[in-house]
C-alpha cells in the first residue's frame, strides 16, 4: 500500500512559539512530498513541495521563513511553523506520491495559536 | 493558472436519491484528474483517477466521468455514510511542476436516512 502518517493530529500553541509537524510514509519511500493548508470551507492549497536532500520549493506568498520544511530522509518530512500567530490557525495536511499509488494523504493537523 | 470549480457548493439528499456533482477545469496539459472524500478533520481519501476524455471509472455507488472540460461524479442510490466533502483535483504537467496538484474547493454532500 502507500501510507502516510501525519503527527500530531491537533496542536495548541502560544502566540509567538513554534510547532513542528511531522509527516512520514510508511511503507514506501518518498522522495517528494507536498504541505497544504486549509482553512474552513476551502479548498486544499499548496504551500510547499518537499524534495529529500534539497531546498524546498515554496508557492507564491508563502513565506519560506516562517514555514520551514526540512525532508532529511526519504521517508520523513517535517514542516515548522515559526513564531505562529492566530492567523497561522489551519488544518495542515502533507502528502506522498507512490508511483502506481498515486498521491497519498495524512489524516492533518489542527493547528490552533492561542 | 489552473482552475478547478466544483458545484454545487453543498448538497443535501435523501438516502436512496441519484444525483452527480461536477467539477470544472482549466489547465494547460491535463495529466490527470483526481477525486478524494475528505470526512471532517481528516486528510483526503483517494477515491479515482482519470486520465482522458472518455474515460470512466466506478466504484461501489460512486461513478466518475471525463470530458475535456469537466468531470462528474455520480452518486446512485447514496446512503448516509456517502455524506462527505467530496474534492477535485487537477495535476497539469509542465517541467519541475509536474506533480501539483491543484483542487476545487470541494462539494459538501450530505445524505439523510
Known amino acids: 500500500g502507500a501510507v502516510v502518517s501525519q503527527h500530531p493530529s491537533r496542536v495548541i500553541c502560544k502566540s509567538g512559539t513554534s510547532v513542528k509537524i511531522e509527516c512520514r510514509s510508511l511503507d514506501f519511500q518518498a522522495t517528494t512530498m507536498f504541505w497544504y493548508r486549509q482553512f474552513p470551507k476551502q479548498s486544499l492549497m ?10 524546498a520549493t515554496y508557492e507564491q506568498g508563502v513565506e519560506k521563513d516562517k514555514f520551514l520544511i526540512n525532508h532529511a530522509s526519504l521517508t520523513l518530512s517535517t514542516l515548522t511553523v515559526t513564531s505562529a ?26 493547528l490552533t495559536v492561542v | 493558472e489552473d482552475q478547478v470549480t466544483q458545484s454545487p457548493e453543498a448538497l443535501r439528499l435523501q438516502e436512496g436519491e441519484s444525483s452527480s456533482l461536477n467539477c470544472s477545469y ?8 483526481f477525486w478524494y472524500r475528505q470526512d471532517p478533520g481528516k ?50 504537467g509542465s517541467g519541475g511542476s509536474n506533480y ?3 483542487f476545487g474547493k470541494g ?4 445524505v439523510n436516512p
Open chain 2, 26 to 33: 482549466t489547465v494547460s496539459g491535463l495529466r490527470g484528474l
Open chain 1, 85 to 110: 500567530h492566530p492567523e497561522d490557525s489551519s488544518f495542515y495536511i502533507c502528502s506522498a506520491v507512490r508511483a502506481k499509488f498515486g498521491y497519498t494523504f495524512g489524516s492533518g493537523t489542527r
Open chain 2, 107 to 110: 462539494t459538501l454532500l450530505t
Open chain 2, 100 to 102: 501539483k496538484l491543484t
Open chain 1, 46 to 55: 499548496l504551500m510547499a513541495t518537499s524534495n529529500e536532500g534539497s531546498k
Open chain 2, 43 to 92: 486528510g483526503p481519501e483517494f477515491l479515482f483517477t482519470l486520465y482522458s476524455a472518455g474515460e470512466e471509472k466506478e466504484k461501489e455507488r460512486l461513478k466518475a466521468t471525463l470530458t475535456k472540460k469537466e468531470s462528474f461524479l455520480h452518486i446512485t442510490a447514496p446512503k448516509p455514510e456517502d455524506s462527505a466533502t467530496y474534492l477535485c483535483a487537477v495535476q497539469a
